[in-house]
């Protein structure tokens, strides 16, 4: 069911409707029934996935709270008769049983997550070494269903079982709190990828309907329709013109593919967000910010602090900082301090763990090695300009660029570019192939290609460029615009007759300028398949 189809219209019309029904205690048990509702629509058998999830986390989570408040029963019983060793000893065998219930959950979990999505992927791989030595032998492929948004809905639960673990909150008691946080509809198919401490906040109150709220839900709904409708499925035309027909458009045609895909993602992408986010806050759920202006970012670390947010700071707080800690790298830290110099052994640690994180990224996206690639390639280029840092100062101090809006601008358009040859492992799914269309733009690139014949024969028409291009104008202008604040706010301020303007005619927009495919129906979000 797409967030952009009729039958999710429908759905989400009678859920709002029935949740300011029903009694307000029971909203958000109702809101239990209508996520697995959602899930048993798009298929009855993925619920088994989402429930072998939700109760393993449940009872793994619950068990560790148990193991606490009854170890500090018997600690408190027991202290004062023990030596500070003794104590020590005692809190550390306690911690080990906690932990071997946390990494059961989180190997079972992660394992359902690996098995489902890359078990052909490792075949594939295993069929390609048996081929060097037998042309003919080969394992057979498995078909294994992928469940909705289980990428999604493993880290987000896997999030909280480390965060009872790491005591940032005691666990909840009721599974099915634990199941509505998990399966929560609007989230599940794209994120973001919510912290139960936050989330849980506004998920399990009680809401009465009020008008501000609904609107500025519904509000965003729209603006995610439009960059979806309007934009991000009309790009695609072009985009799917330039990727599959790569002896045609090379050189030139590379580049704008990349410009091009950089535009349809990021509409596609936040536009799916805006809906998750609307949807929430029409029933008074906050949902966390997964974008933040990311086209203005001066470089790709920045970048990365502000795209998929929830995604980064997920890596972050459970991959990269207990890696770059723990006793293994800390050892081997010293030991590279002590061989190999100061420099060399205090970056071990933070290149290693940032490795990991950035291979993890590449093949959360995706079970190949394209998306491996994605993920390295942005290692190596982060790492790189870390390195660089000394030089840049130097560079900024001697010319005095740093802050003025030409630099400004050149540093966003470098991280713009940046950004979008990595995404050439996303576009043309082969690593070989990326490699050789990247060349093109340098061994075959003539300006005189992209003529108005060219740009036609892609799929669109000038009028759907047109459209694009006063789309493309409009989000720049609301990014700047939110750099000072709400733009949902600056237009309520205003009178009605304008905000009845505004609304409205975006409403008009979505309904006469989507891109709608055959019957009507909107194309699939890019993320879904994540």
């Known amino acids: 069911m797409l967030f952009t189809s009729y039958e999710f219209i429908l759905f989400l019309g009678i859920v709002f409707i029935l949740y300011y029904l029903v009694p307000k205690k029971m909203q958000w048990k109702f809101l239990l029934l209508a996520s697995y509702a959602f899930y048993f629509i798009a ?20 068990q560790i709270r148990i193991r606490k408040e009854s170890f500090q029963k018997k600690f408190d019983l027991v202290k004062k008769e023990l030596d500070r060793e003794q104590r020590k000893e005692m809190k550390e065998q306690e911690k080990k049983h906690q932990f071997r219930l946390m990494l059961f959950c989180l190997l079972f979990n992660l394992g359902i997550l690996a098995v489902v999505k890359y078990t052909n992927f490792a075949i594939a791989n295993v069929n390609a070494v048996i081929r060097l030595f037998d042309k003919d032998a080969a394992l057979s492929f498995v078909n294994l269903i992928i469940p909705m948004g289980i990428s999604f809905y493993t880290f987000q639960s896997m999030g909280y079982l480390i965060d009872v673990y790491q005591g940032k909150y005691e666990a909840e008691k009721n599974p099915f709190k634990v199941a509505l946080f998990i399966s929560f509809f609007p989230q599940l198919v794209q994120g973001p990828i919510s912290r139960f401490d936050e989330l849980s906040k506004s998920l399990f109150a009680e809401h009465r309907a009020d008008y501000r709220t609904i609107t500025f839900g519904l509000q965003r709904i729209l603006w995610g329709f439009f ?5 991000a499925d ?28 950089a535009l349809e993602l990021y509409a596609d992408f936040t536009g799916g967000i805006d809906i998750t986010i609307g949807v929430a806050q029409t029933m008074g759920i ?8 990311p086209y203005f970012s001066k470089n790709i670390k920045e970048y990365w602090k502000r795209w998929h947010i929830t995604m980064g700071t997920w890596f972050t707080d459970y991959i990269f900082y207990p890696i770059s800690i723990c006793k293994t790298m800390q050892r081997l830290s010293k030991f590279s301090r002590k061989h190999f110099g100061e420099q060399i052994g205090k970056r071990i640690p933070v290149y290693l763990s940032s490795f990991v994180v950035w291979f993890t990224t590449g093949i959360w996206h995706g079970a190949s090695w394209n998306f491996i690639a994605w993920g390295i390639g942005n290692f190596v280029v982060i790492m790189i300009s870390q390195e660089l840092e000394p030089l840049y100062r130097k560079f ?12 400004k601008m050149f540093q966003v358009v470098r991280t713009v570019l940046l950004m979008s040859c990595l995404r050439m492992f996303d576009c043309y799914r082969d690593v070989p192939l990326t490699f050789k269309m990247f060349g093109s733009m340098i061994t075959r690139f003539r300006i005189g290609d992209l003529t108005p014949a060219a740009f036609l024969g892609m799929g669109l028409t000038a009028w759907d460029y047109g459209i694009l291009a006063v789309g493309a104008i409009l989000l720049v202008a609301v990014s700047l615009m939110q750099r ?7 237009i309520a301020a205003k009178s009605f007759p304008l905000r009845f303007v505004v609304w409205y005619g975006l409403f008009l927009a979505i309904v006469v300028f989507g ?4 019957g009507y129906s909107a194309s699939q979000f890019i993320y879904n398949q994540f």
Request: aromatic content about 14%.
């Open 43 to 62: 298929s009855p058998f993925y619920l088994i996935y989402i429930l072998a999830t939700t109760v393993t986390t449940f009872l793994a989570t619950r």
């Open 227 to 231: 960059k979806k409708l309007v934009i």
């Open 515 to 518: 891109a709608y495919g055959i």
């Open 484 to 490: 000072s604040g709400s733009v949902r706010e600056r």
């Open 234 to 261: 009309r790009m695609l035309t072009a985009v799917n013109a330039i990727i599959k027909d790569t002896e045609t458009y090379h050189g030139a045609f590379v580049l704008v593919g990349m410009l091009f895909y």
């Open 396 to 407: 900024h101090e001697h010319f005095s660029v740093e802050g003025r809006l030409p630099f």
């Open 286 to 293: 906050g949902v966390t910010e997964n974008f933040r202006r």
